[in-house]
C-alpha cells in the first residue's frame, strides 16, 4: 500500500494482518501507533496530495541496516503522482542510515522529530559524478566527486523540512581522508539541488558534513529557513550554506556552528565559472547567528566567476567568528561583486569586523586567465556594533584594480585585549564612511552624517506566502 487516501486504512487491512498471525503482530502495533500519534501541519510552498511512510517501503531504522535503495525505491515510486497533487514521505522516529539518494518533482521529504537519517560511512554508497561545470575540477581536488547525501537535478517543487527532524552527515571519517590527503574526488555534500526552482529546505537540525552542508546550485526560487547547523569549528570545509549560480533565494533564521563560512555565496571558479556565466543575484540573508572561529558570517567567493549582484543581509549576529561579511576573490576569477547591502550586524569576539581579499588565489588548474580581474564595487554595511575585535578592518584590492565604492555608516568596534598592530589596513580599495568608531583609513573619506544605502524594495522570494501542510496516517 503505497498511498494512505483518507480513511482507507479499515478495519478490513487490520483484519487481513490479524489472520496473517503472530509474526505480523508487531507489524499491526506499528501502525495502531502511526494511527495515533502520526500528525503534523508544517509551513510549505505547496501542499501534496498523497502521503506515504518510509516503513511501507521496508525501511529499516536500526540504525545499522542500509535504506539506500528504500529510500530510492520510495522517491521513484512516489514520481509517478508528481502531476497528481505529488507526495510527501514521513520519515518516523527511528535511526535511518543510507548513502545517496536522489528527490523528485512535486514532493515533500518530511523528517519527523525523533527521526534521524544517517549518513552512511561507506565511500561506495556515494557514485562517483562529473565535477560542476561550473567548476571545472572537484573542490577537493581535479576530477569526479562523490554524490551528495540528498541530491535532485532538474526539479521543480520540492520540499525537505521537518519538526525539527536530524540529517547527520558522519563527516569524520571524511574530515579524516581530506585532512591526509587521501581522498581521490570530492566529499560528498549533505544537500544539493541542481539546475532546479522552487525549493524549499526548513525546520531541520543538520550536523557534521562530510563538506558543505546546504548547497543549491543553478537553481532559482529558494527558501532555507529555520536550520540548526552543527559541525565541530576543525572541521574542514564545513560551509552551512551555499547558494551557487542561484537567483531569488531567502535565507533566514539560521544558526550555524561551522568550520568554515556559515553562510557563503558562490558562483563557479575561474574560467570554467566565466564560460558557464550564471550569477548569483537577488539574495535576501536575515538573522543568522554564526559561531566560526576560522570561517566568515556570509563570505561572497572565493568562487565567484559568474558574478554576485544585489545581495542583502540583515539582522546578523556572530560570537567568535573570524569576520563578518567578507569579500574573497582574486585575479583570474574575472566577473563582479556589486550592490551588496548589509544593515545590522551584532559581532562579539572577533578577528576582523571588515575583511576584503583580493589575492585569495586557489585555482582549479593552470588554465585561468590571470588578466581576468574581478570588479568589486558598492559594498555598503550600516548599523554595526562589535565587541572584542582584533582589527576593525583588513581591507585588501588588487593592484590596479581596486575594489571601489565601499561604505561604512553607524560603526561602533570595540577593540579586544588581544588587538593587531594597525586597527585599520586599507590597501587598493576606496570608498565612503560615516560616523565610525574607531576612526577608519583615510582612503574610506568622512561624508558627514548619512546612512549607506539599503534597497527598500523586497526580493521576490520574500514575498512568497508558505500554505499550512499537514499529513497524518489515516
Ligand atoms: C508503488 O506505486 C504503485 C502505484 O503506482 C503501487 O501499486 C505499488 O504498490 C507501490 N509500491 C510500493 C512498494 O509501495
Ligand atoms: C542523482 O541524480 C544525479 C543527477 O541527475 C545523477 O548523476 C545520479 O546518478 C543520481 N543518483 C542516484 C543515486 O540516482
Ligand atoms: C519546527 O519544529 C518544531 C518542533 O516540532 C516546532 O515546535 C516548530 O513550530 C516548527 N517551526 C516551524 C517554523 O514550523
Ligand atoms: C532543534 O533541535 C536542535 C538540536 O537539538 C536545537 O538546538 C534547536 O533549538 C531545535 N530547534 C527548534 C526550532 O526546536
Ligand atoms: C581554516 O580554513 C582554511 C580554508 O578555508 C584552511 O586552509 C585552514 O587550514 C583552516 N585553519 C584551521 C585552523 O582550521
Ligand atoms: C546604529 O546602529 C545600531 C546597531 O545596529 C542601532 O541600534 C542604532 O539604532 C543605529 N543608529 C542609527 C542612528 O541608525
Ligand atoms: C596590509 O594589507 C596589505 C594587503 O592586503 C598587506 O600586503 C600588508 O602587509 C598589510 N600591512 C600590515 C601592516 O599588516
Known sequence: MAFYQRSTLSTNLVATLMILGLIRFSFVECRRKLLFESYAAYPAIN?????????????????????????????????????????????????????????????????????????????????VVEPLPSYGQGRDGPGGRFSSLIGGSHLTDVVVTGDNGTIDGQGSIWWKKFNRKKLKSTRPYLIELMYSNQVQISNLTLIDSPSWFVHPVYSSDIIIQDLTIRAPVDSPNTDGIIPDSCNNVKIQDVRVVSGNDCV??????????????????????RRLTCNSPNGSVIA??????????????????????????????????????????????????????????????????????????????????????????????????????????????NVTIGIGTQQENLVWNCTYVSGVSSNVIPEPCDVLTEKGPSDCEYPPDAIGIDMVELKTCSFSSV
Open 264 to 285: 557563503a555565496v558562490k558562483s563557479g571558479w575561474d574560467e570554467y565559472g566565466v564560460r558557464f556565466g550564471v550569477p548569483t543575484e537577488q539574495v535576501i540573508i
Open 47 to 127: 501542499c501534496r496530495k498523497h502521503t506515504a511512510f518510509l516503513t511501507e517501503f521496508g525501511g529499516n531504522g536500526d540504525g545499522i541496516t542500509s535504506n539506500t535503495a528504500v529510500f530510492q525505491a520510495a522517491v521513484q515510486n512516489l514520481s509517478q503522482v508528481a502531476d497528481d497533487g505529488g507526495a510527501q514521505l514521513v520519515v518516523p522516529p527511528g535511526k535511518w542510515l543510507t548513502g545517496s539518494f536522489n528527490l523528485t518533482s512535486h514532493f515533500t521529504l518530511f523528517i519527523q522529530s525523533g527521526a534521524v537519517i544517517i549518513a552512511s560511512e561507506d565511500a561506495e554508497e556515494y557514485p
Open 300 to 409: 561572497l567567493g572565493s568562487e565567484m566567476s559568474g558574478g554576485i549582484k544585489n545581495i542583502r543581509a540583515e539582522d546578523i549576529t556572530a560570537i567568535n567568528s573570524q569576520s563578518g561579511v567578507r569579500i574573497k576573490t582574486s585575479p583570474g576569477r574575472g566577473a563582479y561583486i556589486t550592490d551588496i547591502f548589509v544593515d545590522g550586524m551584532n559581532l562579539q569576539t572577533m578577528d576582523y569586523v571588515f575583511w576584503t581579499t583580493g589575492s585569495y588565489g586557489e585555482h582549479p588548474d593552470l588554465g585561468f586567465d590571470s588578466r581576468a580581474l574581478p570588479v568589486v564595487d558598492r559594498i555598503n554595511y550600516r548599523n554595526v556594533v562589535a565587541e572584542d575585535v582584533k582589527m576593525a578592518g583588513n581591507m585588501g584590492g588588487i593592484d590596479n584594480d581596486p575594489f571601489t565604492g565601499i561604505c561604512l555608516s
